[in-house]
């Protein structure tokens, strides 16, 4: 009888052993939201499946999950940064995988929303053997770096100035939204958070400002540009315009008419110009000199404009071009619109460097430069309630940030540090 207690407890204890082993951990545990983790697994029975569960309320207030299971090696560790999950929530070998691949467990919930004011974003992961929980951990994102300066502009000007750590000039960077108006302030933090100062500025729908996007005057971004070249901070001569969407098509308009801007980077933009936005009757976007600039628009039923005389003579721009295209996108053939633009760069040999990003598989977040949930449904347009189909689908979405991220952070360490013609 005290050989079989004994052997009885030997075995629930050699139990417990293997599921106490079990752990998954992080590291690091906090990231910049361009970055990656490990996300590790250990002292699992070699062979076993093991699923990782990851969940995280956003800035909605809306919780998000996913749900992976994978297959342990013989030492009885899984590595998401080398290993596909055996089903789940996503199929590829992707380090963070677990967070782009989130859906929202709730059915009222559209699309991600970031956290307020560029607040950090926890995510929670736990081991799953057999239904329970056995371990957890969590990883922080976080959006701007604790050093990053933010310095409200009210005035002529209205938006956010992103000012690097440090007493040297650091090279600037104009950032401009796209149709849903207000100052871009994720994608301004995280060029400062590389060491830019950058200014979110915002032309359409915030205080002070046009509540559409319509007869916007070209001359208020080039008060911006005057206003960040007179900062101490910024060196003057290395400043470039950086926008997305319609954003993109004004960074690319911009660029081609102010020879003091030395580098555009275009996410996802037309190659022409589009009317206002976004109901019947249109009007000009831009202006310039008094005067509202041609555009043009085709629609599923009728088009308006000759889109030969809104054309953006991206050939004029004083320096090098990065535009990021996406062939599943569903707002418009930004992939189509990006290489006709740079066909015109080449049969007008231009001469300093142009990059081209194509993504087959991702929508109108190609290239984002955050790895969050790329999930969305049936969205409305904030400004004019018509629904938007972004394209794209989650995986693709999120292997273009992870080839982009540092293929823009690359374009901009060399064009603006060498602001120069290419020889």
Not at 124 to 134: A, D, K, R, T
Not at 291 to 296: G, I, K, S, V
Request: include cysteine.
């Amino acid at each position: 009888m005290k050989l079989s207690r004994i052997w009885l407890l030997c075995v629930l204890a050699t139990g417990a052993s293997t599921t106490l082993g079990q752990k998954i951990k992080i590291a690091p545990s906090q990231v910049m939201t361009d970055q990656t983790a490990s996300i590790l697994v250990t002292g699992a029975a070699p062979n076993s499946r093991v699923t990782i569960r990851a969940q995280l309320t956003d800035g909605a207030g809306s919780p998000w999950a996913s749900e992976a299971e994978f297959l342990a090696d013989s030492q009885g560790s899984i590595d998401t940064a080398k290993q596909a999950p055996v089903r789940g929530s996503y199929r590829i070998v992707s380090a963070m995988g677990l967070i782009w691949s989130m859906r929202p467990t709730s059915r009222d919930v559209h699309i991600y929303a970031a956290p307020h004011r560029l607040g950090p974003q926890p995510i929670q992961f736990q081991l799953i053997q057999s239904g329970e929980e056995v371990s957890s951990t969590q990883l922080v994102q976080l959006a701007i770096r604790p050093d990053v300066q933010q310095i409200r502009i009210d005035g002529v000007l209205h938006g956010v100035f992103f000012r690097p750590d440090g007493n040297e000039k650091h090279p600037g960077i104009l950032v401009v939204g796209g149709a849903e108006g207000g100052a871009p302030l994720a994608k301004a933090a995280w060029v400062a958070s590389h060491g830019y100062a950058a200014l979110a500025l915002c032309y359409f729908h915030c205080a002070g400002t046009p509540q559409k996007l319509e007869n916007i005057p070209l001359e208020y971004f080039g008060l911006a540009l005057g206003w960040m070249m007179k900062r101490s901070e910024v060196a003057a001569d290395h400043i470039a315009i950086m926008g997305t969407s319609r954003g993109g098509e004004l960074a690319l308009q911009f660029g081609s008419i102010y020879p003091k801007i030395k580098a555009v980077v275009a996410y996802v933009p037309a190659d022409f110009r589009y009317p206002s936005c976004c109901q019947v009757p249109f009007e000009a976007a831009w202006i310039w000199k008094g005067q509202p600039l041609a555009w043009a628009f085709s629609g599923p039923n009728r088009s308006f404009g000759a889109i030969t005389n809104a054309l953006i003579a991206v050939e004029n721009t004083s320096g090098p071009i990065l535009m990021i295209g996406a062939q599943n996108d569903g707002v418009w053939p930004s992939a189509e619109m990006v290489e006709a633009a740079a066909e015109r760069l080449r049969a007008r040999h231009f001469a300093y460097p142009v990059v081209v990003l194509i993504y087959p598989h991702a929508g109108h977040f190609a290239g984002l430069a955050a790895i969050e949930p790329t999930w969305s449904n049936g969205v409305a347009d904030p400004i004019s309630g018509r629904g938007i189909s972004f394209g794209g689908t989650p995986e693709g979405n999120a292997e273009s940030t992870v080839d982009a991220v540092p293929k823009v952070l690359d374009f901009l360490q060399k064009n603006l540090a060498e602001a120069s013609p290419a020889k």
